[in-house]
Structure formats: C-alpha cells, structure tokens
C-alpha cells in the first residue's frame, strides 16, 4: 500500500504563504483520490482539499481562492499551496489517500485508507 509523507510546514506571518507537499511510496498516486486535512488539539481533523486522478480539486469554503492542491505523477507527489494565511490556518495538516481514482467524499476524513504523519502550520 501507499505511504505518505508530508513536509513544508512551518512558522508563516499572517498574509504569508507555504506550500506543503505529500510524497508517496510504494504505489504510484495516480491509483488514489489524494487530500489534505488539518487538525488542532481538542478538535475534529477537517478537509481541507482534495484531488483526483484526473486533476479534479475540491475545496473546504474556508480555504477556496486561497489554497490550491496540485499533484506530479512523474515526482509521486501532491502539493498544497497556501496563500494568505490566518491565524485560524494555524493546525497541524495531514496527506492522505483514498482507495479509488475518483474521490469519494474528497473532504470526508472516514473515506480515506493511508495517512501521513503530519506537518505543522503555525501562521501568527
């Protein structure tokens, strides 16, 4: 099965940006529906994108026009780029993989199979 393993995370000032990115082993992602979710203590982890096989991107409200995920088969590696970041972006942000070339659920954190171990955003 796949694994995954996020970098990029860090310390942003408000208005700032990061672009976090997801590489995968041990299976191409081309076969999976990808995403990013984030999380902060005491609270439910959340979607936040999502990316077919095809290119298809859906979007949690709270980040459309300034996030934007991407992914480069040739490098196995999905991308969130964050721009105009607030404070309430700061969590830590997880890549994950769901079993199925078009995204069931692309938000929904119980459709997905494989997960990272995390990055951290902190934007102050």
């Known amino acids: 099965h796949v694994q995954l393993v996020e970098s990029g995370g860090g310390s942003v000032q408000v208005g700032g940006s990061l672009r976090l990115s997801c590489v995968a082993s041990?299976?191409?992602?081309?076969?999976?529906?990808m995403g990013w979710f984030r999380q902060i203590p005491d609270k439910e982890r959340e979607g936040v994108a999502g990316i077919e096989s095809d290119g298809s991107t859906s979007y949690a409200d709270s980040v459309k026009g300034r996030f934007t995920v991407s992914q480069d088969n040739a490098k196995n590696t999905v991308y969130l780029q964050m721009n105009s970041l607030k404070p309430e972006d700061t969590a830590m942000y997880y890549c994950?993989?769901?079993?199925?070339?078009?995204?069931?659920?692309?938000?929904?954190?119980?459709?997905?199979?494989?997960w990272g171990q995390g990055t951290q955003v902190t934007v102050s």
């Open positions: 994950a993989a769901q079993e199925t070339t078009y995204c069931i659920g692309p938000l929904n954190l119980s459709r997905y199979n494989y």
């Open positions: 041990g299976d191409t992602i081309g076969r999976y529906c």
